[in-house]
């Protein structure tokens, strides 16, 4: 058992020595990746299956006594967060190597450092370590971030690291906060510290608003829009599932260990929640690119996403989960989408782009029923996500947070119906037109693909776009959004068995006894 | 009591300088807030009130672990101190500048060859 907690934090910092070994041969960097992803997707199905009934487990690192090692501890919600970012982060590589975005020798050994920082986050169970699991993550998307090295990543890059490293300062001011009057850092001892020590709300409420700056909650969230548009789209794909993710669930498991029954800051945090959602998605119907809205309902999803704090019940947290768990696929689709036409046009204006969906039928359709579950239309596994949510919140009897979960939908639908629009429906402009077709038996454009190209809008991406892209290039593109497309469907028609999966996961976090007790126990 | 002192100053002067737009008074801002955060990290280990945590001294020792943390902490903030003055450099190739808040077309990138016939 303690291998399968350990492997997904150490196996990717094995990959990421491998990697920079061998930076000189692209096909052993991606062979180890795949192997990595593999392993790590392994040992969280193995983690599902061993948590599934609300049991948690836990591991000392190099058997220290207990109060001297570093636990490692997984239940239900660790579990789910492993297999879900990891089979989006495998789905994120196969697009990444399709686009031709690996070819920079560091690529692959920076993913292998993220990996290891996002699957420790989970499975650790000491604060501290948290803090340095959180920073191994954090550096490997600074560099992956600024990779490409132009203007534009360096100023976003600026944005990010000061946000982050701000943030990461706070988090140790709370930290020393907690450990000077609680006197521990451990998740089992620190379990309901704040009834035998009030002073040390305090330390909590300084971490709680660096990790919120992580996650992305209204109004921490400037910089994740303005960062997350300028790297390359299959990093956009990575940090969407992995980083404010990670950020999310440390909210919900420091939430479940501190705050537990304590009903007195639910309201400010369903609040937060509530205005995170709004001026998310209307941030993003007023952008006018393809990534740029994408990366705003970011903020928009995570008020989803975080509004079990608000609403703490297992109804709640189950719902939260269960569209956790589809999210990540639905995002990461559909911003493989916006990267494919990026790659295919040149640019993600949605102005300079129109009639896709006739020359790229499939990316059509890969972009639509992502877009409806994200919206949460059904059959879709979004519209199961959202109908759970709203329940719960209605069971609790919060109207306003009910009411802005339909009205922020409505917005969403309108976003996505402007992306629709924009890229896929109405005549062909110049950037599509220079699109081949599927069948090279219709004409292109007179005067070929080559001086009807406008300039691409990386310049400096690694190579020229080719505009006949290879058909397995295409295939390993457009098919990894294909598959989350049908996955959805799929979801949403027989969404109950994922729901039983998830609800003991829900149940140990408003009673985290067995992960206490595996903690103190391993 | 003192290491509270140290700590409030630290961080006032980091905020200060943390609110400076060029990115290596920022940096020096952060320099600033981490050395503030390791302060705070000793200073929870209770070592006014308890004796240095070495093998053999006399009495009851500090806590060991806060000053672990605080070594780790430090090496962290060292080393992205050290990628934002890498950042700040190559920006100054890049964009010319290292103003965090001046947009795209308020500066734009200097003319090399102009600047250095200008000097």
């Given at each position: 058992?303690?291998?399968?907690?350990?492997?997904?934090?150490?196996?990717p910092l094995?990959a990421a020595a491998i990697g920079l070994l061998t930076r000189?041969?692209?096909?052993?960097q991606?062979?180890v990746t795949?192997?990595?992803?593999?392993?790590?997707?392994?040992?969280?199905?193995?983690?599902?299956?061993?948590?599934?009934?609300?049991?948690?487990?836990?591991?000392?690192?190099?058997?220290?006594?207990?109060?001297?090692?570093?636990?490692?501890?997984?239940?239900?919600?660790?579990?789910?967060?492993?297999?879900?970012?990891?089979?989006?982060?495998?789905?994120?590589?196969?697009?990444?190597?399709?686009?031709?975005?690996?070819?920079h020798q560091l690529f692959h050994p920076l993913v292998a450092v993220l990996?290891a920082?996002?699957?420790?986050?989970?499975?650790?169970?000491?604060?501290?370590?948290?803090?340095?699991?959180?920073?191994?993550?954090?550096?490997g998307?600074?560099v992956l971030?600024?990779?490409?090295?132009?203007?534009?990543?360096?100023?976003?890059?600026?944005?990010?690291?000061?946000?982050?490293?701000?943030?990461?300062?706070?988090?140790?001011?709370?930290?020393?906060?907690?450990?000077?009057?609680?006197?521990?850092?451990?998740?089992?001892?620190?379990?309901?510290?704040?009834?035998?020590?009030?002073?040390?709300?305090?330390?909590?409420?300084?971490?709680?608003?660096?990790?919120?700056?992580?996650?992305?909650?209204?109004?921490?969230?400037?910089?994740?829009?303005?960062?997350?548009?300028?790297?390359?789209?299959?990093?956009?794909?990575?940090?969407?599932?992995?980083?404010?993710?990670?950020?999310?669930?440390?909210?919900?498991?420091?939430?479940?260990?501190?705050?537990?029954?304590?009903?007195?800051?639910?309201?400010?945090?369903?609040?937060?929640?509530?205005?995170?959602?709004?001026?998310?998605?209307?941030?993003?119907?007023?952008?006018?690119?393809?990534?740029?809205?994408?990366?705003?309902?970011?903020?928009?999803?995570?008020?989803?996403?975080?509004?079990?704090?608000?609403?703490?019940?297992?109804?709640?947290?189950?719902?939260?989960?269960?569209?956790?768990?589809?999210?990540?696929?639905?995002?990461?689709?559909?911003?493989?989408?916006?990267?494919?036409?990026?790659?295919?046009?040149?640019?993600?204006?949605?102005?300079?782009?129109?009639?896709?969906?006739?020359?790229?039928?499939?990316?059509?359709?890969?972009?639509?029923?992502?877009?409806?579950?994200?919206?949460?239309?059904?059959?879709?596994?979004?519209?199961?996500?959202?109908?759970?949510?709203?329940?719960?919140?209605?069971?609790?009897?919060?109207?306003?947070?009910?009411?802005?979960?339909?009205?922020?939908?409505?917005?969403?639908?309108?976003?996505?119906?402007?992306?629709?629009?924009?890229?896929?429906?109405?005549?062909?402009?110049?950037?599509?037109?220079?699109?081949?077709?599927?069948?090279?038996?219709?004409?292109?454009?007179?005067?070929?693909?080559?001086?009807?190209?406008?300039?691409?809008?990386?310049?400096?991406?690694?190579?020229?776009?080719?505009?006949?892209?290879?058909?397995?290039?295409?295939?390993?593109?457009?098919?990894?959004?294909?598959?989350?497309?049908?996955?959805?469907?799929?979801?949403?028609?027989?969404?109950?068995?994922?729901?039983?999966?998830?609800?003991?996961?829900?149940?140990?976090?408003?009673?985290?006894?067995?992960?206490?007790?595996?903690?103190?126990?391993? | 009591?003192?290491?509270?002192?140290?700590?409030?100053?630290?961080?006032?002067?980091?905020?200060?300088?943390?609110?400076?737009?060029?990115?290596?008074?920022?940096?020096?801002?952060?320099?600033?807030?981490?050395?503030?955060?390791?302060?705070?990290?000793?200073?929870?280990?209770?070592?006014?009130?308890?004796?240095?945590?070495?093998?053999?001294?006399?009495?009851?020792?500090?806590?060991?672990?806060?000053?672990?943390?605080?070594?780790?902490?430090?090496?962290?903030?060292?080393?992205?101190?050290?990628?934002?003055?890498?950042?700040?450099?190559?920006?100054?190739?890049?964009?010319?500048?290292?103003?965090?808040?001046?947009?795209?077309?308020?500066?734009?990138?200097?003319?090399?060859?102009?600047?250095?016939?200008?000097?």
């Amino acid at each position: 058992m303690s291998t399968l907690l350990v492997a997904p934090f150490v196996a990717p910092l094995l990959a990421a020595a491998i990697g920079l070994l061998t930076r000189s041969w692209r096909g052993v960097q991606r062979t180890v990746t795949g192997v990595l992803m593999l392993v790590v997707l392994g040992s969280g199905v193995g983690l599902v299956i061993a948590t599934r009934d609300g049991a948690a487990v836990a591991t000392r690192v190099g058997d220290w006594p207990s109060g001297l090692a570093i636990p490692f501890a997984a239940d239900g919600l660790s579990a789910i967060m492993v297999v879900a970012t990891s089979a989006m982060a495998l789905l994120a590589l196969v697009f990444a190597a399709a686009n031709g975005e690996d070819e920079h020798q560091l690529f692959h050994p920076l993913v292998a450092v993220l990996l290891a920082g996002v699957f420790g986050s989970f499975l650790t169970a000491d604060l501290f370590n948290l803090f340095v699991t959180f920073e191994v993550m954090l550096i490997g998307s600074y560099v992956l971030l600024t990779l490409r090295g132009g203007g534009a990543q360096v100023r976003a890059g600026t944005l990010y690291v000061t946000v982050n490293l701000l943030a990461s300062t706070l988090f140790v001011l709370g930290i020393a906060l907690v450990y000077g009057t609680a006197g521990t850092v451990n998740f089992a001892d620190l379990a309901g510290i704040t009834e035998q020590v009030p002073t040390s709300l305090v330390g909590f409420g300084v971490i709680f608003t660096a990790v919120s700056v992580k996650a992305g909650l209204v109004p921490l969230h400037g910089w994740l829009p303005r960062t997350y548009t300028t790297c390359g789209p299959a990093v956009t794909v990575l940090f969407s599932a992995l980083l404010t993710k990670a950020g999310v669930y440390v909210l919900l498991r420091l939430s479940s260990l501190v705050l537990g029954p304590d009903v007195t800051w639910r309201p400010l945090l369903l609040g937060v929640a509530v205005l995170t959602m709004v001026v998310g998605v209307l941030g993003a119907v007023g952008r006018g690119d393809m990534r740029g809205i994408l990366t705003f309902h970011m903020v928009s999803q995570v008020g989803y996403l975080v509004l079990p704090l608000g609403i703490w019940s297992v109804a709640g947290i189950t719902a939260g989960l269960f569209y956790l768990v589809q999210y990540v696929l639905v995002k990461g689709a559909l911003l493989i989408v916006a990267g494919t036409v990026e790659r295919l046009t040149g640019t993600g204006v949605l102005s300079e782009l129109g009639g896709l969906g006739r020359s790229r039928p499939w990316l059509m359709v890969a972009f639509v029923v992502p877009a409806l579950a994200l919206a949460g239309l059904p059959p879709s596994s979004g519209f199961l996500g959202k109908v759970l949510l709203l329940r719960a919140a209605f069971d609790d009897a919060h109207w306003v947070a009910g009411a802005a979960i339909v009205l922020v939908s409505l917005f969403t639908l309108l976003s996505m119906v402007k992306i629709f629009t924009g890229v896929f429906w109405g005549a062909p402009t110049a950037a599509t037109s220079a699109v081949p077709r599927r069948r090279p038996a219709v004409p292109v454009v007179a005067g070929g693909s080559g001086d009807t190209v406008p300039a691409h809008l990386e310049p400096e991406a690694p190579t020229a776009r080719d505009a006949e892209l290879s058909r397995w290039r295409m295939a390993g593109m457009v098919g990894p959004a294909l598959l989350i497309a049908a996955l959805t469907l799929v979801i949403g028609v027989v969404g109950q068995s994922l729901i039983e999966l998830i609800e003991p996961a829900a149940r140990t976090l408003i009673d985290p006894t067995p992960y206490l007790e595996a903690v103190r126990s391993a | 009591m003192t290491a509270a002192i140290i700590v409030g100053m630290l961080a006032a002067g980091g905020t200060y300088l943390i609110l400076q737009r060029g990115i290596v008074r920022m940096a020096l801002g952060f320099v600033l807030l981490g050395h503030a955060a390791t302060t705070l990290l000793v200073a929870s280990g209770g070592v006014a009130r308890r004796a240095v945590p070495f093998i053999g001294a006399e009495g009851d020792l500090a806590d060991p672990l806060p000053q672990a943390f605080a070594l780790t902490a430090i090496v962290i903030s060292f080393g992205i101190t050290a990628f934002l003055l890498t950042l700040a450099f190559h920006g100054r190739d890049v964009l010319g500048h290292d103003d965090v808040e001046a947009s795209v077309d308020e500066v734009p990138p200097i003319d090399r060859d102009a600047q250095e016939g200008g000097r």
